[in-house]
Each structure stands twice: as structure tokens, then as C-alpha cells.
């Protein structure tokens, strides 16, 4: 049987991690997979996570199944963060899920179960997004979201394709720092979105994965709590591995908005069967690290001081990226005004082969790059590397 498959592509974004771990040269740049980094080139775990940790490791008397739910401590902390006060006024009904893309899985299922064929993702986006909404069943349309090279987001013309949708087909959006072009939309264009879907009886599915690394906490959802507060019934995929650096412990959930109690309970009861049939119970760690984190006001205070110093860190990168790029494109003044660890460089294939080939700097060919991954001390050289390309 396995001789009749036939051999499948590695996932680009994720196969730069061995093409840069093998690369020799002392004074290579990785700018591709989105993971955080420090001056140092770490992704460190938050003091506040090996503090809760260390709480785990001493109280933690059992590791029999917790079920299908997950940590319900941890979702109602979690909706907490995300949802703000206008998730309180919403009914909801949260499932922990393996990362942001079991989150983004189980919402595809689930909206499939619930009649949806369709779903409509801006572009570019995270190339995962087409694949997984694909895997699922989904017919994967698209609206246009970004011009590379003039940096703008294509505002109109989103609208107006969303404007072309179907009852009942479902929108992706990204909650904040979008992958991957870093553009944001101003909370007068999420209002104009929010209507648009309502209107037209489009389910808004909202991808929120970097919380904390745009412009704060809750600036960076005030976008979806004004959708949420707008429209009958949304879905929000969270993700917790980058917002807490949980990367491996594969720690999300999938909340489902519903104008009434009843409506949330079910889609609660559908999420937990997807699960059951899928993965069946998400893994336990990252949550309870999370719910520890949440549940103690010291801790929660000291992970907001240290999101804070990586989202301060990404912010001094852009104005050193925009200082170093505006001259051989002056369109990429807009790094400086985008938010999160992406913008999209406006770079040929083969201009980023080259920029890998000879000065060892790592990107993904669509020209993305992981700002976070960037040391101050050697920006300036790097931004002139690829300026030359001009
Ligand atoms: C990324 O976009 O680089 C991250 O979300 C990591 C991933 O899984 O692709």
C-alpha cells in the first residue's frame, strides 16, 4: 500500500528550520519560522512559565485524563484575556485544543457539521490556513487583503468580495500582527467587516495567535471583541504559543460565540465529538501553565512585563528595518506603522535564493520575514544586504 503514495513536498516555512540549522556560516540570520528571539538569537521560556512550572512540578498529584474540554480553568482564564468585557456580555463555549492549528481545525469541522461548504481566506496568508480549511473539507475562496509593493491593504476590495459571499459561508480573519504582511486594520475597518459579514450572514472564524506582539494586550483584540459584539455567532482560534512561548507544548483553544446559551452549548457538544474522533484530549501541560499564570496576579503581571519588553524589541527592529529599506523602497516606510514579528518584503523568488545563498540570510521564498529573529547589533548590515538587491 505505501509504495502507491507518492511523495509529498516538505512544508517550506517549516524545512528552513534544518536549512538554517545546517548552514556552517558563523554570521547567518534566520528570518523565517515565526518564533520569537532575543538579542541573544534565543526563544527564551517566560520567567513566569518556569515559575508556574515549578508550582506544577511540586502540586500536580495526578496525570489521569482531565477529558475532552480540556482545562475549562484555563479556557475561562484564557476568554478572559481574549474576549475582555465584550466576551463576558457574549455567550461562549470554549474547547482546549493541540495549538492554534487543532483550534483552526476543529473550527473548519465544526463549521462543515453546521452546513458551512465554504470559507473565504485574504491574501496572502499563513500558507497553512488554505491547508488545513482544505484537509477539512472546505472549499478554500479567496479576497484580495495586501499589495506587496505598495504596502497597503486592499481594503475595498476585501469588502467587496466579502460583500459576494454567501449565507453561511465562513470568513477567516486574523486577529492582530496578520501573517504575514504585519498590516493591521484601523477598528473603523473592523466595524465595516463586522457589518459586511452580518449582513451577510458570513461566519467570521478569527485567527488571534499573537496577542501581545502588536500594539498590547487588549489593543491587539480589540478588533475581534468589536466582531464578536456585532455579529450572531463568530469563532476564535487562540493560540497560546507564542503569546506565553509555549511553542511545543502545542497549548490553544476554540472559542464559539453564539447570541444565546443554547446555541454555545451545542457547538461546545459538536467541538468535544470532533475532538473525541480526532485527537480525542489535547495535551495537558501548556494549559495548566497558562492557568497558573492567569490565576496569580504576580505572575500574570510579570509575563505582561516581559511580552512587553519582546513587543518593545520588535518595535525598535521596525524603525531600524524601515530606516534601512525606505531608501531602495520607499513603500517599506510601512514596516515602521505594521505590527507583530511579519511584514512581507516586496523580494523575487530568486532574490531571496540569493540573499540565502550569499550572505546566509533566511527567509521563506514569499519574501516574509520574522523581524523578531533580527539582532539589533546587526540590523543595519542585514537591511543594507538586502537594500543592495535594489
Ligand atoms: C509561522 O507562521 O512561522 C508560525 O506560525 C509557525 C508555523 O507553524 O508555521
Redesign the pocket.
Known sequence: MFNALSRQPD?A??ALIGLYKQDPRADKVDL????YRDEEGRTPVFRAVKAAERILLDGQDSKAYIGLEGDTVYLDRLWTLVGGEAGARVASAGVQTPG??GALRLAADLALRGGATRIWVGMPS???HAGIFAAAGLEVATYPFFDTATQTVLFDRMIEALDGAEPGDVALLHGSCH??TGAPLSLDQWATVAATLEKRGVLPLIDL?YQGFGRGLDEDAAGLRHVIASVPEALVAVSS?KSFGLYRERTGAIFAVAAAAGAADLARSNLMALARTSYSMPPDHGAAVVRTILGDAALTRDWTDELNVMRARIEGLRRAMAAGLRGAWPALDAVERQEGM?SLLPLTEAEVLRLRSEHAIYMPTSGRV?IAGLKTAEAEAVMAKIAALR
Not at 523565517?32 to 518564533?35: K, L
Open positions: 512544508d516555512l517549516l523565517g519560522v515565526g518564533v492554534g492549528s499563513w500558507p497553512n501573517n504575514p495567535a504559543s511579519f520574522n
